[in-house]
């Protein structure tokens, strides 16, 4: 049996070597057949501290690091790209 792998966007990177990774799939209610959106949140190893905020990751499964970080940030599928809008911070 080979190591799970998930592919999910970085939600926290305030924690040195450690990012939170909220992955998402589609299940089916068993009761009312209606298709559910599901997420789930992980903790992973980040040494090089290439992933940021907002970027898409995948991450790999592997012995427990710490009490709750089991996975490991393989590779940074996409960067996350801020978008600048004129007037925002007047909104805000």
Same mark, same amino acid.
């Given at each position: 049996? @080979?190591?799970?792998?998930?592919? @999910? ?22 009761k009312?057949?209606?298709?559910v959106r ?27 690091l ?27």
């Amino acid at each position: 049996m @080979g190591k799970k792998e998930f592919t @999910g966007v970085v939600v926290s990177d305030k924690m040195q070597k450690t990012v939170v990774v909220k992955t998402m799939h589609l299940s089916k209610h068993k009761k009312y057949s209606k298709t559910v959106r599901m997420h789930q949140k992980f903790k992973a190893h980040n040494e090089k501290g290439l992933a940021k905020l907002g970027d898409t990751v995948t991450i790999m499964e592997t012995r427990p690091l710490s009490k709750d970080k089991r996975f490991t940030v393989k590779n940074v599928l996409k960067k996350f790209q801020k978008v600048e809008v004129a007037g925002l911070e007047e909104i805000a």
